[in-house]
Structure formats: C-alpha cells, structure tokens
C-alpha cells in the first residue's frame, strides 16, 4: 500500500558528510511524522531523528549539532544531512514513516534500509 525508498548510503571517512533520502509513495492520504532509525551489528534499533508533519524535530543525544533532518511534504520526502560523521555512526539506516492511508486508518510504514559505513 505505502512504500519507502530510501538513497544516498555510502562509505565515508570520519569528518565527512552523507545525505539520506526516503520517498514515500502509494496509498497516502496523509503522513505524520517521519523518522530515521539506524541499526549497528549486534545492536538494537534506535531512534536518530524525527520530523513531525509541522516540522518539530527531536534527536538523539549521540546526533545532535551533526545531523539535520528535514522533509518536503509536496515530495512526501524526508531527508537527513549527516557532518562530522564519526566511526560509531557505522549502521544501517532505516526510514519510518506514520501514515494515514484513509481518515480512520493509519499505519507505521519501514524502509529497506541503508548502509552507511564510516572509516577512521
């Protein structure tokens, strides 16, 4: 019904920059809020950033004065800036969206993934 198509993975050296982006597209009536979650080897999925539908971010601590994430909701696209990358950002980066796809219903939708790998 709702798919997410995330792009702009990469291999980077530490202090360099990468920009992720994640377009929505099907049966959309309307989207909350959009996130990035990333998963390191071993580890647990966890919150990066978020944007409400207004534009009202939150971050993790680990992210925050590094990471911008912004959304064009005419694309409906979300997209995360990333500077000063540090090795510990190694991870798979997911794009979650909260999508209402009619008045009544409303679902939490996953992009596939993608790798973002940082060299020291």
């Known amino acids: 019904q709702v798919q997410l198509v995330e792009s702009g993975g990469g291999s980077v050296q530490a202090g360099g920059s990468l920009r992720l982006s994640c377009a929505a597209s099907?049966?959309?009536?309307?989207?909350?809020?959009m996130g990035w979650y990333r998963q390191a080897p071993g580890k647990q999925r966890e919150l990066v950033a978020s944007i409400a539908s207004g534009g009202t971010t939150n971050y993790a601590d680990s992210v925050k004065g590094r990471f911008t994430i912004s959304r064009d909701n005419t694309k409906n696209t979300v997209y995360l800036q990333m500077n000063s990358l540090k090795p510990e950002d190694t991870a798979v980066y997911f794009c979650?969206?909260?999508?209402?796809?009619?008045?009544?219903?409303?679902?939490?939708?996953w992009g596939q993934g993608t790798q973002v790998t940082v060299s020291s």
């Open positions: 979650n969206a909260d999508v209402r796809i009619s008045v009544l219903t409303r679902n939490a939708y």
């Open positions: 099907g049966r959309i009536f309307m989207i909350n809020a």
